[in-house]
């Protein structure tokens, strides 16, 4: 057998207590997000919700919750709702709430003493008010909630202890033999039997595993098989394995885990067998077996879901455990598929799926299928049908869909579950794709793309299989040369650096007697023509080519945008932040951006202002790469945002038309200001090439950098040519790098 549960979890497998209820107190780990990886197999549709913690997560312990937090809630409802019945007509349920949730102690020691001296206070003359307090359930209400929240001052103090050796001990030797009494002499079987839980919780905060199974088996026969007897068997449970008697406290736990589903969670957390020789003496425990089936039911989870179900079919297979262990099992599987569509072919990928899926998984789950013995033999057919699927064997599942069909509940989570593998076998059978099949699969399409993404029943796992389908059939297309319709089911990156695909892209884009098919295929692109002109814009930019990048812009909804900064606007330090923040009489649209270098542009071309025009489009072209203050410019749903456009470090424009302006300077301030914004340029292309090179982007602090960067030619010439300047005043104030190359003189 597997060696159940992890090491590293924290241990309360003894039950730390938690408010009087005995709410049990669970051990988990909260491992991030719940994640259902590559799985469209949703095991809500067929396991009762009590199982749900359960399921298989790739990164929680405990599916859905992390781990369990409930100890002081799980049984709130419940509990409100059995005193609520046995107070009817006699106290309202506000103040059932608040005697059981919210009240002090105090309010509960003034009534207790009226009772006892028949003495009112001013405190009882209000309670009078509210309660009815000479009626017998009343008042013993009141008595109870007198012990038991003497008890829960230990066990709440004890709600947050993940360790059981530093535990709180509860050593109120007569409100134990008081307690006691009172289960003895209690004659309304409701208060007797919360008599009898609060008698051995109180045992076990006593710490004394004698008194408690002593207590347990002389009254456990009398004792009505509810909620309150799981909870105590929960606590006889936990001072078993207090005192290192694990087989005899996982035996007791898989009894809680088999017939109190609201404890199955904690059961789970406590279930561990500390060696071989512990789990086959749990199970020589065992004397039937539903029993000999909670033990393997409880061991699935921690161990092989397959072995476990095998026995536990062998025992009862009308077994419920089957059910949550089988979605288990089925979602283990569905993590080993691949479906890697860029580096592999269609064929290589159905032949490494089909060899991910365990044979002997694969045999028996069809096996067990075809024997229909279980209680729900529809969600054995849908396994095996997926199975099936996976495995290439798409006509035989088609048969086994039909049969889990006629005998599944007809909810729309399961209407919804079986739709879903139907179609999937649909589109993995496929080798090639044409006008039939886009006909026969655009229902299904529009269904799982469309109204899947807008409402689906709760907890449907449609998310995976609608991205592999996408992908799949983005594959296809791309095998038989369509890659406009392979790019519109799964959008690759870079598509829009061939021009002939661009084009193609657009001119598809633009049609007006595009198929249902193709208008689906439409709808779920990442992109339409606003966005790739945008992007034409933005590659025409950089490529200097400014009347097409105006044309683009104009066609493109992004031409009003608004830049952050001044793109005109040349600094002496790279301060984005800064110049967002600077007060501007003119926000630049990214066309005007465009419109005003092409202005510039027309100046320069005649010779006019050449030093101001030169460098203020230096500027614009620096300001729009990554290094500027407009790199807005660029960021799109094609490019990206952010980092994502780390690429756009290209300063060669900005570097040409700085060195325009500086061959038409005429002063020593025009000349240090070029050389200053030529080094810049400098900068960028050192440090670009630097960290493309490095195995890390952001490499930092290698000393080569302080060295290199002394010999930058734009510092050299201020240094030494134009150190008269206002200018260069300036730049040795803010520029660190320039200040450490003049007092290093180098």
């Given at each position: 057998?597997?060696?159940?549960?992890?090491?590293?979890?924290?241990?309360?497998?003894?039950?730390?207590?938690?408010?009087?209820?005995?709410?049990?107190?669970?051990?988990?780990?909260?491992?991030?997000w719940d994640y259902d990886g590559n799985s469209s197999f949703t095991p809500e549709t067929f396991v009762d919700k009590s199982y749900s913690p359960l399921f298989f997560s790739n990164y929680q312990y405990f599916y859905g919750i992390g781990f369990d937090t409930e100890h002081v809630t799980r049984?709130?409802?419940?509990?409100?709702?059995?005193?609520?019945?046995?107070?009817?007509?006699?106290?309202?349920?506000?103040?059932?709430?608040?005697?059981?949730?919210?009240?002090?102690?105090?309010?509960?020691?003034?009534?207790?003493?009226?009772?006892?001296?028949?003495?009112?206070?001013?405190?009882?003359?209000?309670?009078?008010?509210?309660?009815?307090?000479?009626?017998?359930?009343?008042?013993?209400?009141?008595?109870?909630?007198?012990?038991?929240?003497?008890?829960?001052?230990?066990?709440?103090?004890?709600?947050?202890?993940?360790?059981?050796?530093?535990?709180?001990?509860?050593?109120?030797?007569?409100?134990?033999?008081?307690?006691?009494?009172?289960?003895?002499?209690?004659?309304?079987?409701?208060?007797?039997?919360?008599?009898?839980?609060q008698t051995i919780k109180g045992y076990y905060y006593f710490q004394s595993l004698h008194l408690a199974a002593n207590f347990f088996e002389k009254t456990q026969a009398s004792t009505p098989k509810n909620t309150l007897y799981y909870r105590g068997l929960s606590y006889i449970a936990g001072l078993?394995?207090?005192?290192?008697?694990?087989?005899?406290?996982?035996?007791?736990?898989?009894?809680?885990?088999?017939?109190?589903?609201?404890?199955?969670?904690?059961?789970?957390?406590?279930?561990?067998?500390?060696?071989?020789?512990?789990?086959?003496?749990?199970?020589?425990?065992?004397?039937?077996?539903?029993?000999?089936?909670?033990?393997?039911?409880?061991?699935?989870?921690?161990?092989?879901?397959?072995?476990?179900?095998?026995?536990?079919?062998?025992?009862?297979?009308?077994?419920?455990?089957?059910?949550?262990?089988?979605?288990?099992?089925?979602?283990?599987?569905?993590?080993?598929?691949?479906?890697?569509?860029?580096?592999?072919?269609?064929?290589?990928?159905?032949?490494?799926?089909?060899?991910?899926?365990?044979?002997?998984?694969?045999?028996?789950?069809?096996?067990?299928?075809?024997?229909?013995?279980?209680?729900?033999?529809?969600?054995?057919?849908?396994?095996?049908?997926?199975?099936?699927?996976?495995?290439?064997?798409?006509?035989?599942?088609?048969?086994?869909?039909?049969?889990?069909?006629?005998?599944?509940?007809?909810?729309?989570?399961?209407?919804?579950?079986?739709?879903?593998?139907?179609?999937?076998?649909?589109?993995?059978?496929?080798?090639?794709?044409?006008?039939?099949?886009?006909?026969?699969?655009?229902?299904?399409?529009?269904?799982?793309?469309?109204?899947?993404?807008?409402?689906?029943?709760?907890?449907?796992?449609?998310?995976?299989?609608?991205?592999?389908?996408?992908?799949?059939?983005?594959?296809?297309?791309?095998?038989?040369?369509?890659?406009?319709?392979?790019?519109?089911?799964?959008?690759?990156?870079?598509?829009?650096?061939?021009?002939?695909?661009?084009?193609?892209?657009?001119?598809?884009?633009?049609?007006?007697?595009?198929?249902?098919?193709?208008?689906?295929?439409?709808?779920?692109?990442?992109?339409?023509?606003?966005?790739?002109?945008?992007?034409?814009?933005?590659?025409?930019?950089?490529?200097?080519?400014?009347?097409?990048?105006?044309?683009?812009?104009?066609?493109?909804?992004?031409?009003?945008?608004?830049?952050?900064?001044?793109?005109?606007?040349?600094?002496?330090?790279?301060?984005?932040?800064?110049?967002?923040?600077?007060?501007?009489?003119?926000?630049?649209?990214?066309?005007?951006?465009?419109?005003?270098?092409?202005?510039?542009?027309?100046?320069?071309?005649?010779?006019?202002?050449?030093?101001?025009?030169?460098?203020?489009?230096?500027?614009?072209?620096?300001?729009?790469?990554?290094?500027?203050?407009?790199?807005?410019?660029?960021?799109?749903?094609?490019?990206?945002?952010?980092?994502?456009?780390?690429?756009?470090?290209?300063?060669?424009?900005?570097?040409?038309?700085?060195?325009?302006?500086?061959?038409?300077?005429?002063?020593?301030?025009?000349?240090?200001?070029?050389?200053?914004?030529?080094?810049?340029?400098?900068?960028?292309?050192?440090?670009?090439?630097?960290?493309?090179?490095?195995?890390?982007?952001?490499?930092?602090?290698?000393?080569?950098?302080?060295?290199?960067?002394?010999?930058?030619?734009?510092?050299?010439?201020?240094?030494?040519?134009?150190?008269?300047?206002?200018?260069?005043?300036?730049?040795?104030?803010?520029?660190?790098?320039?200040?450490?190359?003049?007092?290093?003189?180098?």
């Open positions: 057998m597997k060696t159940t549960f992890l090491k590293n979890c924290a241990i309360v497998f003894s039950l730390c207590g938690l408010l009087f209820y005995g709410i049990i107190y669970a051990c988990g780990g909260d491992w991030g049984f709130n409802d419940e509990v409100l709702s059995d005193w609520n019945g046995f107070l009817k007509g006699v106290c309202s349920p506000k103040l059932v709430r608040y005697f059981l949730l919210e009240s002090s102690s105090k309010d509960v020691i003034v009534l207790r003493n009226y009772y006892a001296t028949n003495k009112k206070n001013t405190s009882v003359v209000q309670w009078e008010k509210k309660l009815k307090l000479n009626d017998p359930k009343v008042k013993s209400f009141i008595q109870f909630m007198y012990y038991a929240q003497i008890l829960e001052s230990v066990s709440k103090s004890d709600s947050y202890d993940w360790t059981y050796e530093n535990k709180t001990v509860f050593e109120n030797r007569e409100w134990l033999k008081a307690i006691e009494k009172k289960y003895e002499t209690a004659t309304d079987a409701f208060m007797k039997n919360r008599y009898w839980f078993e394995y207090q005192t290192k008697n694990y087989a005899k406290a996982n035996y007791l736990f898989s009894q809680v885990f088999d017939k109190c589903p609201p404890l199955r969670v904690v059961a789970a957390s406590c279930f561990h067998p500390q060696e071989q020789a512990d789990w086959e003496q749990a199970l020589k425990l065992a004397k039937t077996n539903d029993e000999k089936v909670a033990l393997w039911a409880i061991e699935g989870y921690f161990g092989d879901e397959k072995l476990a179900l095998e026995k536990i079919y062998a025992l009862n297979p009308k077994s419920e455990h089957l059910h949550y262990l089988l979605t288990r099992l089925i979602n283990i599987q569905e993590q080993k598929l691949v479906f890697d569509f860029a580096k592999k072919s269609i064929s290589e990928i159905k032949s490494e799926n089909k060899t991910a899926i365990d044979e002997l998984t694969y045999e028996w789950v069809v096996k067990i299928a075809q024997d229909e013995k279980t209680s729900k033999t529809y969600l054995w057919h849908l396994a095996a049908g997926y199975l099936q699927t996976l495995k290439g064997n798409f006509e035989i599942a088609k048969i086994s869909y039909a049969k889990a069909e006629q005998q599944m509940p007809s909810t729309p989570l399961a209407k919804s579950q079986l739709r879903l593998l139907r179609f999937m076998n649909q589109w993995y059978a496929l080798e090639g794709i044409n006008a039939t099949n886009e006909i026969a699969l655009l229902p299904d399409l529009q269904w799982l793309y469309l109204d899947c993404a807008k409402k689906t029943p709760e907890n449907f796992r449609f998310y995976s299989a609608s991205m592999l389908s996408k992908m799949y059939l983005s594959a296809l297309y791309a095998k038989q040369g369509n890659l406009v319709m392979a790019e519109l089911f799964n959008s690759k990156s870079g598509f829009y650096i061939n021009p002939a695909q661009l084009n193609a892209m657009k001119l598809f884009l633009s049609k007006s007697n595009k198929t249902a098919f193709e208008q689906l295929a439409t709808s779920i692109y990442g992109y339409n023509l606003n966005d790739i002109n945008a992007y034409q814009a933005v590659e025409a930019t950089f490529q200097n080519q400014i009347p097409q990048a105006i044309a683009f812009m104009e066609q493109s909804n992004y031409a009003k945008e608004k830049l952050y900064g001044n793109p005109f606007k040349g600094g002496i330090q790279d301060c984005h932040d800064c110049d967002h923040a600077e007060p501007q009489k003119t926000k630049y649209s990214l066309l005007q951006l465009l419109v005003i270098i092409k202005e510039k542009q027309n100046n320069l071309a005649v010779n006019k202002e050449i030093f101001s025009n030169a460098v203020l489009l230096g500027n614009a072209f620096y300001n729009i790469t990554y290094f500027g203050n407009a790199r807005h410019f660029y960021e799109g749903k094609i490019n990206g945002y952010g980092l994502e456009t780390y690429s756009r470090t290209d300063c060669s424009i900005a570097k040409m038309y700085y060195q325009k302006a500086l061959a038409a300077a005429k002063t020593d301030e025009q000349k240090a200001q070029c050389y200053y914004l030529l080094a810049k340029c400098e900068r960028n292309e050192y440090y670009t090439n630097k960290y493309k090179n490095n195995e890390y982007y952001w490499y930092w602090g290698n000393d080569e950098d302080k060295i290199n960067f002394l010999a930058w030619n734009g510092f050299k010439e201020l240094k030494n040519n134009y150190s008269n300047t206002k200018f260069y005043q300036e730049v040795l104030q803010e520029c660190g790098y320039f200040k450490t190359y003049v007092e290093e003189g180098k």
